[in-house]
């Protein structure tokens, strides 16, 4: 059975690995696969505490599992991404700034 691709963002570097790609876990940075297992332990006490005991065997329990589209999560991450970011610089800010520093000239010359 193939798993589907996580896809996920660590340090502004994405990631889309799957349980059965050894190669590409073994290439992230061990800093990024840290903070990867904590989260994924953080996550898995949370699974465990939020759990029930259960009278049926774990064998016939379905697992609740959502479909999450890679797409609309990698679009509300680099949205949120963009949130972050600093505006980038215009044609009106640049004007501002060279009009700007030409009255500054023009007021030091008239001053001295």
């Known amino acids: 059975m193939s798993q589907p ?3 996920f963002i660590i340090n502004k570097i994405p990631y889309a690995l799957t349980a059965n790609d050894v190669e590409a876990i073994q290439k992230m940075p ?3 696969r840290q903070q990867l297992m904590a ?3 953080a996550i898995k006490r949370e699974e465990t505490a939020a759990q029930p005991p259960s009278t ?17 999560l ?6 949120q991404d963009r949130l972050n970011q600093k505006p980038a610089l215009t044609k009106q800010s640049v ?5 700007g520093i030409t009255v500054g000239f023009f007021v030091l010359i008239l001053i001295s």
Do not use: G
Not at 56 to 72: E, F, L, T, V
């Open 39 to 41: 989260l994924l332990e």
């Open 5 to 7: 691709k996580i896809t």
């Open 74 to 79: 990698m679009a509300q991450l680099a949205m």
């Open 56 to 72: 049926k065997p774990a064998s016939a329990q379905a697992p609740a599992r959502q479909n999450i589209d890679p797409d609309a």
């Open 95 to 99: 004007y501002k700034w060279v009009i």
């Open 30 to 32: 061990s800093a990024d």
